[in-house]
């Protein structure tokens, strides 16, 4: 199945292909909101949730509906259900990054709490309703141990998806908690566990086939088995003890070893796609947000540095390596619009990857034109890459 991943997506023009590219433009559009609107002086919360719940997952949503179904040699039954996800998330998430606004009314977390949860609650049940009665072997595709790992790790994101939705709710009333313990945590849950974590299972399932090598078997498990397990433990322990110390050890060797992995794959690789290179250059990002933490961590970076650490993990490590797989998934030669070309794409991505830099330097240094400096840059790479995936998407739908 996933040796075929980017003709399914290119050539579905109705049905779940359909619902697939509606929620990647969905995140393109919070991709935009979250750039233009840090210029506009959003706040930084708000800026987490449209960068997290906005762009990556919906991101994740639309392909999930394609892929997950796939892996049982099933196609996602016809159904108006995906329709009301997108609806109930856009809007959740929209009043979740609202509440952080200045009189903002109350409720309106609740409220979009409420909508997330009930959103990822449809999109739980849509999914088992095209799951129902599958019989085919998920491991039948998968042509090593790494691919097998990667099989068994798909569901832990998607657990941790569930947890993070009712904690997030939990949150806005007396209910208890089951993993994070701060709005915060439930941010790290989502980023880590859900986004990182798919990152990592799509990486050693699809890159290697991207590239056109074997997936190293040792590093994959490794990636995998750690990667699973740092979110649920940072998100319980945030900023507390030596338990967080551990899983900060854990998810960031996880990040630091999937890097390490990529590079020796890309080493013995001649394809030098420009999506390839994207989700090389936000690896890499996210290497480099792992030493700032670990360097505050141990005492040998100021603790004012760890801004510098959650502008790369967002703008450059999640970014611009969904970014990357967006463009593998939808390549600029689809388009028909003038402009919407390799050359556009990889200044747009090169855009967002120097502007989270320069913002993470910034913010880290506490020079406030440098973070506009990198923000704007970063905006100008959202522009444009929301520009080619439209004609891409255009495109389709007339095909």
Known sequence: MLRTVVPLVAVTGSG??????????????????????LLAGVPARSA???????????????????????????VHRSSPLPGVHLALAASGTLLLAASYLPATPDGTRLAGALLWAAGVAVFAGS?????????????????????????????????????GSYDLLAGQTA??????????????????????????????????????????????VFVLVAGSVGPGLLAGSLWGGRLFRAAAAVEGAAVAAFFA??????????????GLSGILAGLAAGAVAVLVAAGVAVGWLPPARIAGHAALVLGGFLTVTV???????????????????????????????????????????????LTSAGRALAAAGALALAFVLLAVVAALETR
């Open 16 to 37: 779940v292909g359909r619902w697939t590219r509606l929620f990647t433009l969905a995140g393109v559009a919070f991709l935009l909101l979250w750039r233009v609107g």
């Open 48 to 74: 987490v949730e449209l960068a997290v719940l906005g762009f990556v997952l919906h991101v994740v949503f639309g392909h999930a509906y394609l892929l997950v179904p796939a892996y049982f040699g099933r």
């Open 261 to 274: 992995h990529a590079v020796a794959l890309f080493a013995r690789s001649d394809r030098r796609r420009v």
């Open 127 to 163: 999914l088992a309703r095209s799951l129902r009665g599958a019989a085919r072997d998920p491991f039948a595709d998968a042509s090593n141990r790494a691919e097998r790992a990667a099989v068994l790790a798909v569901p832990v994101p998607f657990a941790y998806l569930v947890v």
């Open 175 to 220: 209910a208890p908690r089951l993993l994070a313990a701060s709005p915060a945590g439930v941010s790290h849950l989502f980023a880590a566990g859900v986004a990182a974590l798919l990152v990592f299972v799509l990486g050693v399932r699809l890159l290697p086939r991207f590239l056109g090598v074997d997936p190293l078997v040792g590093p994959s």
């Open 323 to 369: 970014a990357g797989f967006l463009v593998q998934f939808y390549p600029p030669s689809v388009a028909d619009a003038p402009g919407a070309s390799e050359t556009t794409t990889r200044a747009a991505l090169a855009a967002l990857l120097a502007g989270a830099v320069v913002e993470a330097s910034g913010l880290a240094f506490g020079v406030s034109a």
